[in-house]
């Protein structure tokens, strides 16, 4: 599922389009409902199923905006919230995995400060210029040594857990 406030053609699994919260809302629940049923099975040694990938696009907007909708019984107001810190803590586990797209990775905007925990869960990429301002705010200078290499990239991509990642390489 892809869960976007943007519209968008009909693609399968996407959900939101045209700032569908509701849909986004009912998504994330049935992800907390699927991340229950898979902790259930695992407890009882069985097997649980197969990778489940989600990916939410401008999260903290989606998020804030999830938080503004009235509350009903199968979908508490900061679900997004929850949805979030549950599948940070516990989806990997069970083969549930998220890409929360944003411009920026404030704790603050995210919801999530003060849980180190949570922000460690993350990789952050930077693309394009904030790249190149992530790089020259590294401690450690022999990694900021290689901005050459970035700068004669066209569109440079860093990933501030594991280093440097250039366009059409994996880590």
């Known amino acids: 599922m892809t869960a976007t406030p943007r519209p968008g053609r009909g693609r399968t699994g996407r959900r939101g389009a045209g700032r569908d919260y509701a849909a986004i809302a ?26 489940v990938v989600r990916v939410i ?12 909708m009235l ?14 810190r549950r599948l940070l803590r516990r989806g990997r586990k069970y083969r549930m995995k ?5 411009q920026e990775f404030e704790v603050n905007a995210w ?4 849980e180190g925990g949570l ?5 952050v ?12 705010n590294l401690k450690d200078k022999a990694s900021a040594n ?6 004669s990239r066209p569109l440079p991509v860093f990933g501030g857990c594991e280093g440097p990642v250039l366009p059409g390489t994996h880590p």
Do not use: C, M
């Open 26 to 51: 009912q998504g994330i629940a049935e992800d907390i409902n699927e991340l229950r049923r898979r902790t259930a099975l695992h407890g009882e040694g069985e097997v649980f199923g197969g990778k």
């Open 57 to 68: 696009e401008e999260y903290p907007s989606t998020a804030a905006e999830l938080a503004e």
């Open 71 to 84: 509350e009903t019984a199968d979908v508490p107001k900061d679900i997004g919230l929850v949805w979030l």
């Open 98 to 102: 998220v890409f929360a797209v944003a």
């Open 111 to 114: 919801k999530i400060a003060g």
């Open 119 to 123: 922000r460690r869960a993350f990789t």
């Open 125 to 136: 990429l930077y693309l394009a210029r904030p790249a190149y301002q992530a790089l020259s």
């Open 146 to 151: 290689s901005s050459g290499v970035f700068r």
